[in-house]
């Protein structure tokens, strides 16, 4: 138990509610997904993890108990320390993928090359034909497909100087900063693991 000012009964009620809130909020934001990376679902992920962190701390406080799992809530990011009102902004994107499927994945790039091109060879020569191909965003929805298994991923939204075409090029990733992200969204199976222990039947 924290040495914080213990939260009454119903304060500790009040936060349990607002976990069952978060998770109708959730699943309205799923059903209604506009796509496979719908910012309001990462929103909504992202407000039930604090619920859920509220709720740890306050049953924690009040009466000496603890949940059973861990909701990771972005803590560790440092304070945003960029501008109130900047003048450009970055969006840098992370997907991680397990290649599951080798076979799958050379025969995709052979569809792709082979009626104009030379042959497909190697695992690299066919990610570089798919990822020629097709946009990241249909990668992901249809990964599946090109023999690879969606892992982790983030997104962050982050203060940037405004630069002219072409002049971060050569080191386009150098100036991500984690005191400059405005908004982060991740997805992650452990979310998911997480929100199974809460629901039994999902």
């Excluded at 699943?27 to 910012?39: F, H, I, M, Q, T």
């Excluded at 009626?115 to 034909?129: D, H, I, Q």
């Excluded at 249809?142 to 940037?160: K, M, P």
Aim: net charge negative.
């Amino acid at each position: 138990m924290s040495d914080a000012a213990q939260p009454t009964v119903d304060e500790v009620r009040a936060a349990a509610e607002a976990v069952k809130a978060a998770l109708d909020r959730h699943l309205a934001a799923v059903e209604n997904r506009s796509g496979a990376n719908d910012p309001a679902v990462y929103a909504a992920a992202d407000a039930l993890a604090r619920a859920v962190d509220a709720y740890d701390q306050a049953l924690d406080d009040g009466h000496g108990e603890l949940l059973p799992f861990e909701v990771p809530v972005g803590e560790t990011l440092p304070a945003y320390a960029g501008p109130e009102e900047p003048e450009a902004v970055s969006v840098l994107i992370r997907r991680d993928y397990l290649v599951a499927d080798p076979d799958r994945l050379l025969g995709r790039a052979r569809r792709v090359v082979e009626p104009t091109g030379g042959p497909v060879g190697t695992l690299n020569g066919a990610l570089g034909v798919l990822f020629g191909e097709y946009e990241p965003d249909e990668i992901a929805s249809r990964c599946e497909e090109f023999g690879l298994e969606e892992g982790d991923s983030t997104l962050w939204v982050t203060a940037a100087e405004p630069h002219g075409p072409g002049e971060w090029l050569h080191e386009p990733f150098e100036d991500a900063d984690p005191e400059l992200i405005i908004c982060r969204f991740d997805v992650s199976s452990v979310y998911d693991d997480e929100l199974a222990v809460l629901d039994p039947d999902r």
